[in-house]
Every structure is written in C-alpha cells, then in structure tokens.
C-alpha cells in the first residue's frame, strides 16, 4: 500500500469513527464495521472493510488485510499481518506528556522533494438532514486549501449512535490528528458529538489525478467481543521489523 | 516516463514538411472521419508493433507479449484515446467498425476542447496500472502539438544563420517533431512493461539532490563510461570500467545513503535497459528494416531510413549530462544504456536470467570483473591527475555553491505568497528565463525571476523578483513587501462567475502578471492561490 493510499485510508477511518457525547454501559464493548472504495483515474477499486473494536483498556483496529492490536494495559502494540502470518510488537508510550517530535537532521540532498500540504481549512455546517440507516444525519462540509493541494470532505454526521464516542475520540482518532485537524474539531462542537456515519472525500494532489474515497459504516454497536479479539492470532510469530512483518 | 517528459520539453527546431495528407481515416460504421492526429497516432502504434516485431527477440531474450500492452494516449485537447485494453474505464466510448490490428480503439471525448491538434504531435509518458473490471498495464502518454521554441534573447537566428552549417537531412530525420522519436519513446516505455513482469521494483525512483563530492565524482563515471564505449582496446576499455566503478563507489561513500545507492542502481537497471532497448534496436535496422508504413499514412516518418543520428544522440546525451552539475536523476538513462552495452560487448548472453536475478548492472559488471575494493581503491587514488579532479571540483563547486545560496535566499523569503496552479491546462510549464536558474528537487529557482511562460491563451510574464516554479505545475511567488490588510494585488476581468471565478481575467503582482481565459483566485490568510481553469479563448 503506498503512502498516499495509506494516508487516505487513515483519514478516510479517522474521519469515519470521529465523533463523541454517548456514555454507553462498560461492560459491553465499542464494534463499529464500514467499508471504503477508492476511484481513481476511472476505476473504482474493490471496498476494503474496515472494523474497530474498543475497550476501556485495549483495542483493535483492522483496515484492509491489516491488524493494529492496541493493548494499553500492556503497554505494547502489535502489528498483524496474515499474509505472512507474522507480528511486528512496539511499545506504546503511554506517558501523559507528548514527546517533542525529532526533526531529521537537515540533508541538502533532500531539499525540495517532499511537499507536505498545509491546508488552511473552512466548514459548512449544511441545515439540511438526512436519514441514513434510520439515523438523521446533518451534512457538514470541510474544504482544505493549500497552496498545490486541496482537499475537500463531506460529511454525514449523527448524534444518536450506540458507542461511547468521547472514548472513540480519545483512542482512536485524536492520534491520529494534525494541529490544524485538531483545533478544527475544537471549533465546532458538532464534529466532536457527532460520528461520521457516511463520507465522501475528494482529493486533489499537486502532481497526480484527484482520488475519490467513500465509506460507510454498516455496523455501529455495543456488544461482547469474540475471544481472542485483542490478542494475537495462534499460530502467528514475531518480526523483528517491518521488512520481514511484510515479507519484503 | 522521465525521459519522456524530458523529449515533451525539449521538442524543438524547427523545418516543418508541409505535405498533403492523405484522406482521413473513416471508421467502418461511423460517418465521422477520425482526426487527423489520431490516424496517424494508431498508424505510427502500427509501426511501433512492426519493429518490434522484427528486433525484439534479438534486443532481449523473451521480450515478447508486447501487442498485448494497451496504450492511453491523453491530449492536449482533452480528448482521450485508449487502444486495445481489455476493461475500459466507463468514459471511454468503442469506436464502432475501427481496429488496428485486431485492437479496439476507444474515445473519450466529453472534455474536449477547441485546440487545434495540427500534427506533428508529440509527448511521453509511461506504464500506468488502469482499468475498469481487469486493471493491466498499459502504456500512458500524454502528447500536444509541437510548438516552435522562441529564439533565445539575445540570438538573432537571421544575423547568425551563417556561423553554423545547414542542418543536414540527418539532422532534420532526428528532429523530435519526427515520428521515430514517438516510436522509440512507445518501445521505450513497452520494454517498460516487459521489465516489470520479470524484474521485482525494490527501492522506488531516487529522489536526490546533488553535492560538490557527487558532482565530481558523477562526471567521472560519466567520462569513464564514454571512454570505455568508445575505446577498440577491450583492456583499455576495461581499465575505464573499472575507474566507473571506483567513482561510483567514491561518490557514493561520501554521499549518498543505502538507500539512495540502491534507488540509483535500480534507476540505471529500469532505464538503462529501456534506453539500450531503443540503442540495440536502432544498431540492428542497420543490417535492415521494412517500414509498415509511408509517408501516406504519416507524413513525418522517414521509415528509419538514417539511425546513425538516433544513436549519436545517447552518446551526445552522455556527454551533455555527465557535467551537469545539478542533475542526478536524469544520468541513469544514459549511464544505464552504457553499462548494458558494456556488459554486451565484454559478456555476451549477460541479459539471460538478468532481471530474474535481482541483480544491478553496476554490481554485475564488478563480478564479471571480479574486482575487489582494493583494485577499486587503487583506480581512484590515480583520479587526480587522470580526471583533473581540481578543475571538476572548481566548476561543480561554483554552480553548487550558487545553487545552495539560491535556495537559502528563496527560503528566508517571508511575505504574502502567491501559488499560480497550471494543473487544469494538463500541460508542462516551458518557463522562459535569461537569468540564472537552479534545481532542488522539485524545485526550480530562479533568483533573478523569469521572462514568462505562455500554455495557449495562458501568458505570464515574469519580473526582476525571485520565483520558483515547484511540483510540476505550480509557481510560488512572495511578496516581501505585503502588508497586512492591503490587497496586493490587481485583478482585472471581463465577467465573474461566482464569487471567485473570473473570466478573461488579468492579475497584476509585483512577481508577475498572468491573463488567462479563466481563473479563480482563492484569498487565503496566508496565501492567494490563482488557478488558471481554461487555457483557451472561447
């Protein structure tokens, strides 16, 4: 999976799961089951499945064929990947102070070959609804502009969904968000109380054709998990690093 | 597809055939003839499969499969032409009754626009994965009209006609406006195909600017490898092979991480080999060819009648790029193409089993040679006197030295920016500049601005400012003298659509002005972006 593809799918996710406000009894957990499809330059590729689950302690996010165990209680994450029926464990930096981000060491050989956008961005919060799987939905819309990019993301948002989103926010999708992205959902409360339940995402990078992405959630729930959820899969051994977790 | 976007830019020269074309195609069940370009387009595909046919299994063993490869040709007007794929995207409309060669010929032409597509055209492109149901490799180009380049400033083309000879016939026969240039760029970019169904892609293109150490020791490659392919003496020319290889090794100690290494060894092996493909098939037209087509289907083929200027031209692009000191991209095309003839000349039957082996170029001619560090060590403690090392390291000096202060000057400019985006018009800025320019990345700098760039109805005239043009198809210009709340800028404009789209528009900066038939200009809070919509006057 290339970078930009990767990337697309982790805003395509994180923008899908975003939301917050529902307390739901602990002892069930968070199950949340979408797909996503991806067109570009006229094809529009096979939905890939996306599915999370959450507990107060622990989770697993599965995008595609890959697995991201996060066990917090453990401290450790684990990387899955069934192809080569391997796992790739990290530490998770549980500590409350965010490390300063280390800046590689400047190379000339490097200069000018990695733009990175940075959007200015806007909101429309449309004052129409629709119901979307029995849920009324309010359509809001977020326009980034760089200045060789632009990024363009519609939404369909709903209050009343069965998961405990303040938990979701925190976990999953507050990671996993820029600066800009993040004080852009501390400026309207309705993208912070609200889960995506449906998005539609135009990007138009400064080189390559614009990609199209669309996903949906078909499953938002609070149930017990299978067993073994949160753990490895049997039969699956360590890698030492992401070169052999992948088979490269 | 560098090397094809490098022909699209540097199409040139001039002397253009006007013959009468013979009467357009007209497809079996369709009243409308096909344009001009696009039957020559599908007659100059035909003859690509012609050579191929006669010279691939001796170019490389096992090149075959080649008719199988779909070809995406995109032009200037928008309109979209796909020929032979198997799952066509849904913009794309059969050509009733029209095959070539038992290809179907698809259209899109919901775009289209009023540009005139005066043949001949050319472009480059590359292999692109696409379809609808069955996504397959295809062959993608993107091609426009030739353009007439404008005459330097300064350069009086009547006054000076008489210091240099007439161009001779061979001359005007490797023109880029000559349809043999798009057939090569077709093998090159089908041998592209070939490869990747038989070599594993590892390390993704180099992306790499170069140093004072790169730039001198690059030139030494360079020089050794010209001397190598031009040297009767095999273990004259062998001794120059093994300087390449201690220049390489020196360059790369002091340089370049593994990765970057690996990225420009790869680089060599994709597009060295591609090159040699076009080289090898020229050197066997020698011994004969049998063109497919005539000047009746495309007036600006010559049937390959005189490949020697083909072939002068990669020893002539060796010579060029192994001194430029910016570049290190481009070098693999033709420092790959000479290693393969190398291996040729000095181990016949080293293509078997070559891509399957994962195996670089550079690293097959160190075994080959079977030389260890030591023999390279000792080759390159003679540079200094063989390669006049002090006087490479002089002139790269001075242009490395600028170029750095280029880019820490364009860097320390603070102010409101202005990005113009050409993206929309689907075609590669040709900036015109006299001053001096530089190259990081993607970016191109030019510190004393820029005379201006003209696509179409698009024109842009430059000023006495610094700009840079970067990704391609934007340019950035700062205003170091904005101030905040004031416009800084004029806008001039016929109609407006909306609240930022402007029609038959002018905008005036201290940087530079650009009319275009249509624009959107979008105030940002920390940048004005200006789009240009529409390349051409309706």
Redesign the interface.
């Known amino acids: 999976m290339s970078k930009e593809i990767r990337s697309a799918w982790i805003i395509a996710i994180a923008v899908i799961l975003f939301a917050a406000g529902l307390v739901l009894p602990a002892a069930a957990d968070d199950h949340v089951v979408g797909s996503g499809k991806r067109t570009y ?4 590729f096979p939905p890939q499945p996306s599915e999370i689950w959450l507990a107060a302690d622990r989770a697993s996010v599965r995008e595609g064929v890959l697995t991201i165990i996060y066990r917090w209680d453990l401290g450790k994450q684990w990387t899955i990947f069934p192809r080569t029926k391997k796992y790739l464990e990290e530490p998770i930096d549980t500590s409350a102070a965010p490390k300063p981000e280390e800046k590689p060491a400047f190379r ?8 990175q956008p940075v959007y ?1 961005w806007s909101v429309k919060v449309a004052g129409e609804t629709e119901v979307i799987d029995g849920r009324t939905c309010r359509k809001v819309i977020m326009t980034g ?1 760089a ?2 990019s632009e990024e363009t993301r519609t939404l369909w948002l709903a209050k009343d969904v069965p998961i405990d989103m303040a938990r979701y926010f925190e976990k999953i999708v507050k990671p996993g968000l820029d600066p800009a992205m993040a004080a852009l959902y501390k400026d309207y409360p309705i993208l912070r109380e609200s889960l995506v339940v449906k998005s539609d995402i135009i990007m138009i990078p ?2 390559a054709p614009e990609s199209h992405w669309e996903a949906a959630h078909t499953t938002i729930e609070s149930v017990d998990p299978p067993p073994g959820t949160y753990d490895i899969p049997a039969g699956f051994t360590k890698a030492a690093n992401r070169a052999e977790l992948f088979g ?1 | 597809m560098k090397k094809s976007t490098s022909l699209l830019i540097f199409v040139a020269v001039f002397a253009v055939l006007i013959i009468d074309l013979a009467p357009a195609v007209v497809s079996a069940q369709s009243s409308e003839p096909l344009p001009e370009y696009i039957r020559i387009e599908l007659k100059r595909l035909e003859e690509t499969w012609n050579v191929l046919d006669q010279f691939a299994a001796r170019v490389w063993p096992g090149w075959t499969g080649y008719r199988d490869v779909p070809f995406l040709f995109e032009y200037a007007n928008r309109v979209r032409m796909l020929v032979g794929h198997p799952s066509p ?3 794309f409309t059969l050509v009733p009754g029209l095959e070539v060669q038992g290809k179907k010929v698809y259209l899109d032409r919901r775009a289209e626009i009023k540009l005139e597509m005066k043949p001949p055209i050319a472009g480059g492109g590359g292999p ?1 994965f ?3 149901e069955k ?1 397959v490799q295809t062959v993608w180009l993107k091609l426009s009209p030739y353009v007439e380049p404008k005459p330097e400033p300064g350069v009086d083309k009547e006054k000076d006609k008489d210091k240099k000879p007439a161009s001779t016939l061979a001359d005007i026969r490797h023109d880029p406006k000559a349809s043999e240039n798009q057939i090569l760029i077709n093998i090159h970019e089908l041998f592209h195909c070939f490869q990747r169904g038989v070599y594993r892609y ?1 390390f993704g293109n180099l ?5 004072l150490n ?1 730039a001198v020791h690059s030139e030494i490659e360079g020089l050794a490898l010209e001397k190598a392919f031009l040297e009767p003496d095999d273990a004259k020319a062998k001794a120059f092979v093994k300087d390449f290889l201690a220049a390489r090794k020196a360059k790369r100690t002091g ?2 991480t593994e990765l ?1 290494a690996n990225q420009e060894s790869e680089d060599d092996l994709m597009e060295g080999t591609a090159v040699y493909s076009t080289t090898r098939t020229l050197e066997l037209m020698k011994a004969g060819y049998k063109p497919l087509i005539g000047k009746a289907e495309d007036p600006f083929f010559f049937g390959f009648a005189d490949v020697a200027p083909y072939i002068d031209k990669e020893i002539r692009a060796l010579e060029i790029g192994r001194s430029d000191s910016m570049e290190a991209k481009m070098k693999c095309y033709q420092y790959g193409c000479v290693q393969a003839l190398l291996l040729s000349r000095f181990f016949p039957g080293w293509q078997d089993g070559f891509f399957q082996g994962q195996k670089f170029l550079d690293a097959l001619l160190r075994d080959k040679m079977g030389l260890s560090d030591a023999d390279l060590a000792a080759a390159a403690a003679g540079f200094k006197d063989r390669y006049r090392i002090a006087d490479l390291e002089k002139t790269h000096g001075e242009v490395i030295s600028n170029r ?1 202060k280029a ?1 820490w000057m364009i860097q320390a400019r603070k102010g409101r ?1 202005y ?1 113009v ?1 050409f ?1 929309p018009t689907e075609e590669y800025l040709s900036v015109r500049c006299s001053g001096p320019q530089y190259k ?4 191109h700098i030019y510190p004393e601005g820029i005379d201006g760039l003209e696509i179409r109805d698009v024109k842009l005239t430059g000023a006495k400012s610094p700009i840079v043009q ?5 340019l ?1 210009w700062v205003d170091t003298e904005s101030r905040p709340g004031a416009k800084g800028y004029e806008l001039k404009f016929a109609s407006r659509e909306g609240s930022d789209v402007y029609v038959d528009a002018e905008v005036k900066t201290g940087g530079f002005t650009l009319k275009a038939p249509k624009i959107r200009v ?1 105030e ?4 004005v ?1 200006i789009t240009v919509l529409e390349k051409i006057k309706q």
């Open positions: 330059m006229g094809r529009t000339i050989q490097e200069a000018g070959w990695n733009y200015e502009v200045e060789y400064p080189i490269r | 995207t849904d913009e692109l696409i379809g609808k996504q590892r992306r790499y600017n170069t140093d790169y340089s370049m970057e750095d880019y920016v990005a985006n993206k990081l990345g993607l970016l970067d990704e391609l198809y934007f950035r979008q940002m809070k920390d940048f972006k």
